[in-house]
């Protein structure tokens, strides 16, 4: 009678395995989301200041990491102060972000595009993006 259930219980087995292996595969991908590329040291073109990029219920914000005296003087950055807002990855590039501008306290459209591994494009524009403002940050290691 125990010959019968024996090969039910190993069959019912290998499938709670595959099951297990299976949820394990698709937390790996899901932690190894393309849109969390972005998230990282970046540095300003200008070397001296740089942004923590970090993710937050699935949107990306970036807090100021490191402010050197050009940064705080031209543009009012404060270190650990949030620079932006609600980024959203929408397969190309991350936009819909807001940037309230530290010194003005204007709010400004964000977007993102990664055009290398080290090297992510920055546009910041008010209503029309015609009118824009653009610049590359690199990866700081």
């Known amino acids: 009678m125990n010959n019968s259930n024996e090969p039910k219980s190993v069959f019912i087995n290998q499938r709670l395995h595959w099951l297990i ?83 003005t306290g204007i709010s400004l459209s964000v977007e993102v595009e990664m055009q290398r591994p080290k090297a992510i494009d920055v546009t910041v524009y008010k209503g029309i993006k015609l009118l824009h403002r653009k610049f590359t940050m690199t990866r700081q290691e």
């Open 21 to 103: 292996a299976l949820v394990f595969l698709l937390m790996g991908a899901k932690a190894d989301q393309p849109a969390d590329r972005l998230i990282g040291r970046w540095q300003f073109p200008s070397k001296g200041s740089s942004v923590d990029i970090y993710k937050q219920g699935g949107l990306y914000f970036a807090r100021v990491a490191e402010v050197d005296q050009a940064g705080e003087r031209n543009f009012g950055l404060m270190k650990d102060s949030l620079l932006i807002r609600s980024l959203q990855y929408n397969g190309e590039v991350w936009g819909g972000g807001r940037l309230i501008h530290p010194k």
